[in-house]
């Protein structure tokens, strides 16, 4: 499409003249400038709803985890409950927790 765009404008301005096509060059380019600088403004700008969550995290189908000897399986999804996470863990795998060990196959916020 740029290539497009370029070869447009190469016509016109070989058509133009060198005079013409300056002035034309001028107008093009400052237009885009100000397009630019509107679009980064504009996206700049854009926030989030605050009612939203800002992560979202999804578990499903995982696998069996083990945890021994004070270690931690986690089949699921654990995360800080003060992130705003949207969690949702759905046919988790077995976790498993043996000598101290610490197990998780849904949603741990802590």
């Known amino acids: 499409m740029t ?3 370029v070869a447009g404008l190469c016509a016109v301005f070989a058509w133009l003249g060198w005079d013409d096509a300056n002035v034309l060059a001028a107008v093009v380019s ?7 600088v509107g679009a ?7 926030q989030p709803p ?3 969550p800002k992560v979202r995290a999804r578990a499903a189908r995982t696998g069996k985890a083990t945890a021994r000897s004070g270690g931690t399986a986690n089949t699921g999804i654990t995360g800080p409950a003060s992130g705003g996470i949207d969690a949702v863990a759905q046919d988790t795998g077995d976790a498993v927790a043996t000598d101290d ?3 998780n196959t ?5």
Request: aromatic letters at 4%; charged letters at 20%.
């Open 50 to 52: 605050k009612d939203e």
């Open 101 to 103: 060990g610490d197990a």
């Open 30 to 36: 400052a237009v885009t400038g100000v397009v630019a």
């Open 40 to 46: 980064a403004v504009w996206a700049a700008a854009k």
């Open 3 to 5: 290539g497009l765009v």
């Open 106 to 110: 849904g949603v741990r916020l802590t």
